[in-house]
């Protein structure tokens, strides 16, 4: 092995990197500078699959929400090359300077809605077989669907309720 993640392989070099649990190879000529390799490797990782493309502009930030004793917040979905997280904030522009900080990739603002903070947990438990680590989860199919009906404007309830919004009116007309 040359250096992690690059080896000699036959009359060249082989770069390999793990994304998402998949191990992704690629033969490079013996003459190929490290930095084309590491370059390579860096780019698997941060660019995401390509049908989370259509997943382009990023929503306005929202202004700070005052305290609420009744739990109101915004529920945010921050993307992170092929990773997502999923969290809560009454400031949506500190929060996500406060996670740029700490991460070495640039952070991207994918959706964000106002909503009480339980739906947080609600949306953790329903992409739970996506979870990577604490509030990041893999980009899945069913995470780029969760976050187009939220920049689409609809109520983010009803995502995982599709019926709630209908069952709310009926009861309050009887």
């Not at 660019?47 to 990023?58: D, M, R, T």
């Not at 329903?126 to 069913?142: I, M, N, S, V």
């Not at 689409?152 to 007309?173: C, K, Q, R, Y």
Request: glycine share 6%.
């Amino acid at each position: 092995m040359i250096e992690k993640g690059v080896r000699h392989h036959g009359k060249g070099l082989e770069a390999y990197v793990r994304v998402n649990r998949n191990l992704i190879r690629k033969s490079f000529p013996l003459n190929t500078s490290i930095h084309t390799i590491r370059e390579w490797r860096r780019l698997q990782k941060v660019n995401p699959p390509k049908w989370a493309a259509k997943l382009i502009s990023e929503p306005l930030i929202p202004s700070l929400l005052p305290a609420s004793p009744t739990g109101w917040c915004y529920l945010y979905v921050i993307q992170s090359g092929a990773f997502v997280k999923i969290g809560r904030a009454r400031d949506i522009a500190s929060r996500l300077q406060n996670l740029q900080i700490g991460s070495p990739e640039p952070l991207r603002l994918l959706a964000v809605a106002p909503t009480h903070w339980t739906l947080e947990d609600v949306a953790h438990r329903a992409f739970a077989e996506a979870r990577e680590q604490g509030e990041w989860f893999r980009l899945t199919p069913e995470i780029a669907g969760f976050i187009k009906h939220l920049r689409s404007g609809a109520n983010p309830l009803t995502f995982f309720w599709p019926d709630a919004v209908t069952h709310a009116s009926i009861e309050l007309a009887t």
